[in-house]
T-cell receptor
Framework: GESVGLHLPTLSVQEGDNSIINCAYS??????FIWYKQESGKGPQFIID?????DKRQGQRVTVLLNKTVKHLSLQIAATQPGDSAVYFC????????????FGSGTRLQVQP | NAGVTQTPKFQVLKTGQSMTLQCAQD?????MYWYRQDPGMGLRLIYY???????DKGEVPNGYNVSRLNKREFSLRLESAAPSQTSVYFC?????????????FGPGTRLTVL
């Protein structure tokens, strides 16, 4: 995803609803993707990952979907809770030789009680 | 098991001053990374170390140097700080097993250069 500078896209949901956060990744050769959650003043925290040979992976309350045709990744959070409020980043393993991640610019999730 | 630790948590520098950001991990990971995060943006890779004894440039290496002191520690040095280096700096480590590259992040160092 391209940087959007200071104005992060924001998704506002009601507590208990499902949330879907989307991400467009940049390189069709990327073979590994991660979703991170970042709370204010903290470092990114791993949520879930997926390899490019999969199109869906489920965790506890979270599901990641990968559509390689359109280079799109989504994170679904079931029964969203106030504690889910944070900025969510997708990251791709763009260069396996470099062994480093390329991060998108993030989406802010706000959960309304 | 503390995971990834970083010191200091906050730092204010004047333009031209130097400083070293410290990072240590206790997970026996081979790979370590330094990222910077500017307001409202994702993380950008400064330098990384795939294994002890090796370091490589990332996306934004200019103005920085690194040292992989041993398997646990990876430091980032600003030789002559500039206002453009005001940012939050995150260190991360990864085991890099079976093609997965889950990276574990430290709490960050918030640096302001005046």
């Amino acid at each position: 995803g391209e940087s959007v500078g200071l104005h992060l896209p924001t998704l506002s949901v009601q507590e208990g609803d499902n949330s879907i956060i989307n991400c467009a990744y940049s390189n069709s050769a990327s073979d590994y993707f991660i979703w991170y959650k970042q709370e204010s003043g903290k470092g990114p925290q791993f949520i879930i990952d997926i390899r490019s040979n999969m199109d869906k992976r489920q965790g506890q309350r979270v599901t990641v979907l990968l559509n390689k045709t359109v280079k799109h990744l989504s994170l679904q959070i079931a029964a969203t809770q106030p504690g889910d409020s944070a900025v969510y980043f997708c990251a791709e393993n763009l260069d396996t030789g470099r062994r480093a991640l390329t991060f998108g610019s993030g989406t802010r999730l706000q959960v309304q009680p | 098991n503390a995971g990834v630790t970083q010191t200091p948590k906050f730092q204010v520098l004047k333009t031209g001053q130097s400083m070293t950001l410290q990072c240590a991990q206790d997970m026996n990971h081979n790979s370590m990374y330094w990222y910077r995060q500017d307001p409202g943006m994702g993380l950008r890779l400064i330098y990384y170390s795939a294994s002890e004894g090796t370091t490589d440039k990332g996306e934004v290496p200019n103005g920085y140097n690194v040292s992989r002191l041993n398997k646990r520690e990876f430091s980032l040095r600003l030789e002559s700080a500039a206002p453009s280096q005001t940012s939050v700096y995150f260190c991360a480590s990864s085991a890099l097993t079976s093609g997965y590259n889950e990276q574990f992040f430290g709490p960050g160092t918030r640096l302001t250069v005046l």
